[in-house]
């Protein structure tokens, strides 16, 4: 699962910095968090207030494959209290890591479901008292859901990263199968060109199929072809 940071992408950085710092201001929060999940493209965009050592340790270890503050809010509908979250190997290791930044384990994610299918998250930390935070949150919770939908709605509008998220992220391999299959190769043909067995040949249309949520290859190289992916045989 890929990362875009959307901090690094053209016009963007004061936009959504300048709105996650005033969630904290106003709503008395240490952090705040943005992260949306393309189902297609089986990448993750988003912009936080943490640290940049922070944000390069979590994409170098791969926490977002693990983060159960992704994971379980991604399958709610409420928002989740990081206190619900199971204290497993995975919780562990992400906030043992957090821990070693400052970094809190008392936090609030609220998802948001679009009309494509993808999903939003937002995200706030604060390092207080439980009472404190229950009371907190209680009093701004309506507010954070408002804020959570406008965000993503921002960033889904966004032309920057339009791009990004109608690309489904197809390996180099994949795009290369479906390729041959476009030029009418069948699956042992484009093993035998390809050096490979016919059956990772399959391995590699399946996920491909999946990328492109796509039923039947024949389905999937159409999509690839409108796309721009690769092109008519």
Known sequence: MEIVDLGTLPDTENRYTGFLNQICDKYEMDHA?????????????????YDDGWKAHYA???????????????????????????RNADFQRV???AR???LTE?????????????IGLLSVTRDCPVAKWDKLIG????????????????????????????????????????????????????????????????VHLRSGREKLCALTTAQAVGRAIGLGLIYPG
């Open 139 to 202: 009093h701004v919770i309506t507010d954070l859901q408002s804020m959570a939908v406008h965000l993503h709605d921002t960033v889904m509008s966004s032309d920057a990263l339009s791009h990004i998220l109608l690309h489904p992220n197809l390996s180099k391999r994949e795009i290369e199968i479906l390729q041959w299959v476009a030029a009418g190769k069948s699956q042992q043909d484009v093993g035998d060109i390809l050096s490979i067995s016919h059956r990772t040949v399959e």
């Open 60 to 86: 170098n270890q791969g926490l977002q494959m693990i983060d159960p503050t992704l994971h379980m809010s991604q399958r709610s509908i409420a928002p989740v209290d990081w206190r619900r979250l199971e």
């Open 33 to 49: 968090a943005y992260a949306g999940m393309n189902p297609v493209g089986g990448s993750i965009h988003g912009h936080v207030t």
């Open 106 to 118: 008392q936090g609030l994610t609220i998802p948001v479901r679009g009309p494509y299918g993808e």
């Open 100 to 102: 070693d930044f400052g």
């Open 95 to 97: 906030f043992h890591d």
